[in-house]
């Protein structure tokens, strides 16, 4: 197990690296003005095509049947590990990835920005939570996973794969650390921090209550960051050609 975890480690490296490189010789010969912009975001490129391979890679496992023993053993440890005191704080956390928390205040955050005439940053907030909720919903659609029945749990709408809350919750968090960061470049790594942590607990706190296998959360988190880093680099391009 550990030697297939290392061999899919190589490949995955290999793919990335062989993408940068294929991306960087089309930008020099097609689009030569990006050239600059794409230079100093690099890392931003490099961790964009990460999210994304892993996301396929993943989803190519949950697909084959091949995440299923790993799903189960994370869960049950989580389930055997966890005081069940700690549920209520869990579902608390979970209610702040739901759409009645996130649709008010994507729509505050949004129209802040634009009162504040940040047009780019709530373009960026707006538009990465709208493309998420889409991408969730033809996922859920589409790969029609089950969800796990370990343990007698909450009813929630939708298949498993991926996980609603913390896809959208990803891109939301994502989105207003990547516009502070714009705003306030001092401030970045606070923003950073607070965005990943509450990822974090969202993710965590649908595996805690059972309603989603690990593999759901993983590319739910890959997606929900993608889709931000994507669109903050299409609005900066876009934006430095004027």
């Known amino acids: 197990m550990i030697f297939e975890l290392f061999e899919d480690v190589i490949k995955l490296t290999l793919i990335v690296v062989s993408l940068h490189f294929a991306l960087g010789i089309y930008v020099r010969r097609r689009q030569p003005a990006w050239s600059g912009a794409l230079e100093r975001r690099r890392l931003l490129i490099l961790c964009a095509l990460v999210l994304a391979v892993t996301a396929i890679k993943v989803t190519e496992d949950v697909l084959d049947g091949e995440s299923g023993p790993f799903d189960h053993t994370v ?22 990835g739901s759409a009645m928390v996130l649709v008010p205040l994507t729509i505050i955050t949004t129209v802040g920005l634009l009162l504040a005439g940040r047009r780019v940053e709530a373009v960026l907030v707006a538009a990465s939570v709208i493309s998420a909720a889409a991408v969730v919903y033809v996922i859920k659609m589409v790969v029609g996973r089950a969800r796990p029945e370990l343990w007698q749990t909450e009813w929630y709408w ?13 891109a939301f968090a994502t989105a207003v650390a990547l516009s502070i960061s714009r705003m306030v470049p001092a401030a970045r790594r606070f923003a950073l921090a607070v965005a990943m942590l509450w990822v974090m607990l969202v993710g965590f706190s649908r595996m805690v209550l059972g309603v989603h296998w690990p593999t759901d959360v993983l590319v739910a988190t890959c997606i929900g960051t993608l889709l931000p880093l994507l669109i903050n680099m299409y609005l900066a391009l876009r934006h430095g050609r004027r």
């Open 158 to 170: 939708g298949s498993s794969f991926p996980s609603g809350h913390t896809l959208v919750v990803t």
């Open 75 to 96: 869960l049950l440890f989580i389930r055997g590990h966890l005081s069940p005191t700690l549920t209520g704080f869990f579902e608390a956390i979970t209610l702040t």
